[in-house]
């Protein structure tokens, strides 16, 4: 069984930063993919930053040059470094996880529960 587990947000003062930490355990493919979506109130859920088990990365056009996202392949943890943070950075932030759990299973989406970041204007 496959677990995702995020740690970190809260409330900072916009300008600032935050770190958010996910683990994932149980039964992952070496090839996966990692990241972070988030969803604030009343709009849609949507990406924030992906990284492959290779190392490329994306992120949605609003966070660029402020988020960078790292992993640990060997701990499979991911960690989203957040700065410069703005009011509408603010959020419920999902970790995701995408990976092969066998041939007749197929690719399997797993999320964590979330974790709120809000920032203050």
């Known amino acids: 069984q496959v677990q995702v587990a995020e740690s970190g947000g809260g409330l900072v003062q916009a300008g600032g930063s935050l770190r958010l930490s996910c683990a994932a355990s149980g039964s992952i493919s070496s090839i996966n993919t990692m990241g972070w979506y988030r969803q604030a109130p009343g709009k849609q859920r949507e990406l924030v930053a992906l990284i492959s088990s290779g190392g490329a990365t994306s992120y949605a056009y609003s966070v660029k040059g402020r988020f960078t996202i790292s992993r640990d392949n060997a701990k499979n943890t991911v960690d989203l470094q957040m700065n410069s943070l703005k009011p509408e950075d603010t959020a419920v932030y999902y970790c995701?996880?995408?990976?092969?759990?066998?041939?007749?299973?197929?690719?399997?989406?797993?999320w964590g529960q979330g974790t709120q970041v809000t920032v203050s204007s």
């Open positions: 995701y996880l995408k990976t092969l759990i066998s041939p007749s299973a197929g690719v399997v989406d797993y």
